[in-house]
């Protein structure tokens, strides 16, 4: 029997990620090699097809005609590998494990204190939860669940909404105590801290409460909702928490809503999103069930 031949798959990887960044040295870091040992990749694959992928310019990488076509075909077949492995991993393998990527607040503060409960009700099922500030690719990247803060929207994933959030005003107890007599009409010589992903926060919430924000006075920027909040336990202003995501740290009293009931609801909100692909999948729909059980205990009045 003649065996078929194929090119190497760490080639169809490396060209895979080097094509979506146009650049071996992204590449190289995503795939954790050197930029040379990339571009000896390509160049095997380069060899293997009889034409050139890559047009290499001086500082910058261009798909030949030839390389966008044959990314489509690499595409396709690593996509249709990668679920057809895990299909049957699924279907054969003796323990399951489930990567998920979430947001490093709500893993710390809210998933992992819970893990307990999840590993007695699902021991078959092992977890790998990467903690991370920016948006995966599922169609790309060895995640199968990703948790998002935003509207829903994402093309080529099944996203299912976990949480309708409301923005509130926290603080360090020490600051609230300073704030009893200051109303929310009174804040524009208050510190404030602010989320680089929702620059428009503190905005809409002025609005809604009719209070003036002034000009900013020693303002915070920040793009971690964790970062956020340890801001406003140390003193340094008043943040937006999102409520019931913040609820954990207003039990401990790490912080406090100095005017609880000026809580605005945001359009975005928070959801699971997974490939179409694994809508069956009993791992997926067993984390699902139990996160959205989880933080929908968390909407409890604190």
Request: hydrophobic letters at 40%; a neutral charge; one cysteine or more.
């Amino acid at each position: 029997m003649k065996l078929r031949r194929l090119p190497p798959l760490h080639a169809l990887e490396a060209f895979e990620v080097a094509a979506r960044e146009l650049s071996f040295r992204k590449a190289a870091e995503a795939l954790h090699l050197t930029p040379s040992a990339v571009s000896h990749q390509i160049k095997g694959l380069e060899d293997f097809l009889g034409f050139a992928l890559f047009r290499r310019m001086n500082r910058s990488l261009e798909l030949t005609e030839g390389g966008r076509d044959y990314l489509r075909v690499t595409q396709d077949s690593l996509d249709s590998l990668r679920e057809g492995s895990q299909q049957t991993r699924q279907r054969y393998g003796r323990h399951t494990t489930l990567k998920i990527s979430a947001g490093p607040f709500i893993a710390s503060e809210i998933i992992v204190p819970a893990l307990p409960s999840f590993q007695q009700e699902y021991p078959h099922i092992d977890l790998s939860i990467e903690t991370t500030l920016h948006p995966v690719d599922l169609r790309r990247e060895d995640i199968d669940i990703a948790l998002r803060f935003g509207s829903g929207r994402w093309p080529g994933a099944t996203a299912r909404h976990l949480l309708t959030v409301k923005a509130v005003p926290v603080c360090s107890p020490a600051l609230a105590k300073k704030l009893r007599r200051v109303t929310p009409q009174d804040i524009g010589e208050i510190s404030l801290i602010h989320s680089t992903p929702l620059p428009e926060g503190w905005a809409m919430w002025a609005e809604l409460s009719g209070a003036k924000l002034g000009k900013p006075k020693g303002d915070l920027w920040l793009d971690s909702y964790f970062a956020i909040l340890r801001a406003a336990e140390q003193g340094v202003g008043l943040a937006l928490g999102m409520v019931p995501i913040v609820n954990p740290w207003l039990r401990q009293k790490r912080v406090v809503m100095p005017w609880p009931k000026l809580q605005m609801e945001i359009p975005q909100g928070y959801y699971l999103v997974h490939r179409p692909a694994d809508e069956n999948r009993v791992e997926v729909q067993a984390f699902c069930n139990w996160l959205f059980e989880l933080l929908n205990a968390e909407t409890a009045e604190v």
